[in-house]
């Protein structure tokens, strides 16, 4: 049990927080009486956090020489990240309690439970402050009630704050069909509430290692189809707006009222920055041009996205969407013909951001998932793809890191899945197919698994030396059993340039004695340094 909530545990929250999100992802999407794009509160919030969590990953424990705590630049970053990555009603307010949260956490040098309700209550005074007409029955009663409950609790001891600010929260959660009665008539709790119930539950189990009692939401009953059309607002409004801004605080102030005066469901949020800093807008209109302008006179908008609710499928399977690619970069020539067999465009290995830019553009569709196969590389695809917004193109990162990943992840690709859903699924896929590479040690080293030298046989399981050998063959056949140890159905196998003559043969004789129902898929990868990589799904 952790006494206070440091940069370690808030890391360890946004990755158990995001996973939590994908195990109850479609249970959230089901609680919504709501068509798209407002409709998919799970697949919002997952996506929101994703980009929270990529925004962490890529930052690599780096603290900045002057400002905020450990723990409060990691607030931050994670805030940030889900600001430029939130999606829909939902994402654009968790994004601001985020916010809010890291902006109080910030601000003192240790965080423990009073601190922790104090965090609480900034981030519901900044949720309700960019929500232009806030509604009760929410997100925004779910989050109030956890900083009511923390601050009622008046102690410095961490672990009780948060199950008192969890348990308050689910128990909001089932009052809110009492609160809005379009829940009440289909029989289901606010999906954006649930969605923070994962997220305080997975801080619980990060601070106390024990999963939060939670106490059941009503249960779902029978419902007619949706009579709503969207998340929020009235249909009285035909399209909804959303983009970033970089402008002054004083600049959004008077375009907030415009656009209150122009339509509803109006949410601007902040990173906090001063004196200019980057706001997330979202608002249901009529007129878009004057919403667009509204941001124009305001400051930059960028990143503009229009939907008209009349276009919007019903939330069931709809038709398959068109102007979508896959761009994977890859180091080795069979790789790269595997890759482009998936229908790929493939960028050689290590490539800049203006390299990778220019393939995504060169893709002439407006939605393009990338693959990056290396950690190094996918900063440099992140930043590649917020540079792709810039031009109307859309841009995933699934965060792969080896190519096995990415065949795996290509596997599932369906274009008859919205593209948000798509990008999941690939991301999911790539996350089950565990990794590992086969090398000759470079150099003198001490490892997790021991002291190597130069020559050396060295097998790295996701990135970590687990086996220091002398004979290539046997290194490859024991990698390979220490990772279907653990489960697996399908090893793949690409061997390297400089792979001897047999090698695949061995390894595949090897699993049929060993493994006899695993299905071996063996390529020549001709990938350099590396005489072997293995996938195990």
Not at 11 to 28: F, N, P, Y
Not at 135 to 144: F, I, M, Q, R
Not at 269 to 298: F, I, L, M, S
Not at 448 to 472: F, K, S, T
Request: proline share 6%; net charge negative.
């Amino acid at each position: 049990m952790l006494d206070t909530l440091d940069a370690a545990a808030v890391r360890r929250w946004c990755v158990g927080g995001l996973a939590a999100l994908k195990r109850h992802q479609s249970e959230i999407d089901q609680l919504n009486v709501y068509p798209v794009p407002d409709g998919d509160t799970g697949t919002n919030l997952v996506l929101t956090l994703t980009s929270a969590q990529q925004a962490l990953a890529m930052d690599l424990d780096t603290l900045p020489d002057s400002g905020p705590t450990a723990h409060g630049h990691a607030s931050r970053l994670m805030a940030q990240g889900a600001l430029l990555g939130a999606r829909g009603n939902s994402g654009v307010i968790l994004s601001q309690i985020l916010r809010g949260f890291a902006d109080a956490v910030a601000a003192v040098p240790v965080v423990r439970g009073r601190e922790l309700a104090v965090a609480l209550r900034s981030a519901t005074t900044a949720a309700y402050t960019a929500v232009g007409r806030p509604v009760e029955g929410t997100l925004l009663t779910v989050v109030a009630a956890a900083a009511e409950a923390a601050e009622r609790t008046d102690t410095d001891d961490l672990c009780r704050v948060a199950r008192a600010a969890a348990r308050a929260a689910a128990e909001a959660l089932s009052r809110t069909p009492q609160q809005l009665p379009a829940l009440a008539r289909a029989g289901v709790v606010d999906a954006g509430g649930k969605g923070l119930c994962v997220l305080l539950d997975a801080l619980v189990e990060v601070l106390t290692g024990e999963s939060a009692a939670q106490v059941a939401p009503a249960p779902r009953t029978a419902r007619p189809a949706a009579t709503v059309a969207r998340e929020t607002g009235s249909e009285e409004y035909a399209y909804e707006v959303q983009f970033l801004l970089d402008a002054t605080a004083e600049a959004v102030d008077q375009m907030r009222r415009t656009l209150d005066a122009l339509g509803d469901s109006l949410v601007v949020v902040g990173d906090g920055r001063e004196p200019q800093g980057t706001w997330n807008v979202h608002v249901h209109v009529n007129d878009v041009g004057a919403a667009v302008e509204a941001g124009v006179v305001a400051g930059r908008p960028y990143r503009i996205s229009v939907t008209r609710f009349a276009d919007q499928p019903e939330p069931s399977p709809g038709p398959a969407a068109h102007g979508r690619a896959a761009v994977v970069v890859a180091t080795g020539s069979g790789i790269a013909e595997l890759f482009a067999a998936e229908g790929a465009t493939v960028v050689p290995g290590n490539p800049s951001i203006g390299e990778l830019l220019d393939a995504v553009r060169n893709t002439n569709v407006a939605r393009v998932v990338v693959l990056p196969n290396d950690p190094d590389t996918e900063a440099v695809a992140s930043a590649a793809a917020r540079e792709a917004h810039r031009y109307g193109i859309k841009v995933s990162v699934v965060p792969t890191r080896s190519p096995v990943q990415a065949l795996a992840a290509l596997a599932v690709r369906d274009g008859a899945r919205r593209f948000e859903d798509d990008v999941i699924a690939m991301a999911e896929a790539a996350g089950a197919c565990r990794y590992a590479e086969v090398c000759h040690a470079s150099r003198e080293a001490l490892t997790v698994a021991g002291p190597c030298h130069p020559g050396d046989v060295l097998a790295l399981v996701e990135g970590e030396v687990h086996l220091i050998g002398a004979d290539l063959a046997d290194i490859c056949a024991a990698v390979v059993d220490r990772m279907l140890g653990g489960g697996g159905e399908l090893v793949t196998l690409l061997t390297g340039a400089d792979a001897p003559a047999g090698l695949t043969d061995a390894v595949r004789a090897h699993v049929a004695r060993r493994w006899p129902f695993v299905e071996v898929h063996a390529y020549p990868g001709g990938q350099p340094f590396y005489p072997l990589l293995v996938g195990v799904e």
